[in-house]
């Protein structure tokens, strides 16, 4: 079974809106995730790792107030789209663990 | 920096067909090499892993070999089925380094019946 859930699977909304996604490990603690977003058919491009109890670390190209990161406990790490544009629509997918990674189904986000 | 490459897609071929896809890496250190799979909609799940060279990594029929020499972890399969259809990403991380991944650009392989 997975071990990896994240939620919601697809979000739609109006631009302008904030859209906070959620990682969670069901049977393991992790102090570090991981987000990815993915653009239609191409790789995964990491946005940032998310650290708990501490700041996030982002990937060149990312901006921190547009994707804010919580990891406020061992089991859980959010990202939340902040003021989402159109633009912003995306696949994003977080993943968890140590080698090998788990991954969790993903997000569609659609911004209208 | 790190890199990965793999072959361009889409690779379409019929059942049972034997599949090859080259992934290539450049590496400053000793990384891990991975191919994870991703069903349409869904996120990826890990196929096979080898961790050292020389090492072969191998499940539901896949395999790829660790080649340091030459660089590469090609992903190879004997026969094919249509539920092989999917996008297969190479990828390479360093113990120690909390599994970030490093992804190649994705391999799109379609089976036709």
């Known amino acids: 079974g997975a071990v990896v859930s994240q939620h919601p699977s697809w979000v739609i909304c109006k631009s302008g809106t904030s859209v906070k996604i959620e990682c969670r490990s069901l049977?393991?603690?992790?102090?570090?995730m991981f987000w990815y977003r993915q653009f239609p058919k191409q790789s995964l491009m990491l946005m940032a790792t998310s650290n708990e109890g501490s700041k996030a670390t982002y990937e060149q190209g990312v901006e921190k107030d547009k994707f804010l990161i919580n990891h406020a406990s061992l089991t859980l790490s959010t990202l939340t789209v902040t003021s989402a544009h159109p633009e912003d629509s995306s696949f994003y997918i977080c993943s968890a663990g140590e080698q090998p990674q788990h991954f969790g189904d993903g997000t569609r986000l659609s911004i209208l | 920096g790190d890199s990965v490459t793999q072959m361009e897609g889409p690779v379409t071929l019929s059942e049972e067909a034997f599949l090859t896809i080259n992934c290539t890496y450049t590496a400053t250190g000793y990384p891990s090499l991975f191919w994870y799979v991703q069903y349409p909609g869904e996120g990826l799940q890990l196929l096979l892993k080898?961790?050292?060279?020389?090492d072969k990594g191998s499940n539901k029929g896949f395999e790829a070999t660790y080649r340091k020499e030459t660089t590469s972890f090609h992903l190879e399969k004997g026969s094919v089925q249509v539920s092989d259809s999917a996008v297969y990403f190479c990828?390479?991380?360093?113990?120690?380094?909390?599994?970030?991944?490093?992804f190649g650009q994705g391999t799109t392989l379609q089976v036709k019946p």
């Open positions: 080898a961790t050292k060279a020389d």
């Open positions: 990828a390479l991380s360093y113990s120690g380094n909390t599994g970030k991944l490093i």
């Open positions: 049977d393991f603690q992790a102090t570090t």
